[in-house]
DNA sequence: CATTTGACTCTAT
DNA sequence: AATAGAGCCAAAT
């Protein structure tokens, strides 16, 4: 963790599956809730999931995503969730009051 | 070395 | 309630 990406990283690396946190959310437990936009910017940054980063495991504070930027479109993104067992809205949006991230 | 930019979030209108 | 604007900090150019 020489960098503050390395540490999102690790954070990222213990949501549970089918659980996810808010780019904010995963900052706060950083202990600086102001770098809420570097950890989106290091989960672009990031190797991906091969690195062990389950980016898709990252939303934004409402639970959508970034349509547009995702590693492969929203749709991708869903699909690992439901199939990671995360509850999704009629919007599109993750059920974050039922598979917000929990420590 | 200074400027720009960014997977965000909050506050104000 | 919804939309718009500002703030934040660090890396990239």
Do not use: N
């Amino acid at each position: 963790m020489d960098g503050f990406f390395e540490r999102t990283y690790d954070l990222v690396r213990q949501i549970p599956a089918g659980r996810v946190a808010s780019y904010g959310q995963v900052a706060r437990m950083l202990g600086e809730p102001r770098k809420a936009r570097f950890v989106g910017f290091a989960m672009h940054a990031s190797p991906g999931m091969a690195a062990g980063v389950p980016c898709h495991r990252v939303v934004f504070k409402d639970g959508s995503v970034c349509s547009g930027f995702a590693f492969g479109g929203p749709d991708a993104q869903r699909g690992l969730l439901e199939a990671e067992g995360v509850s999704f809205l009629d919007d599109g949006r993750v059920d974050m009051g039922a598979c917000a991230w929990e420590t």
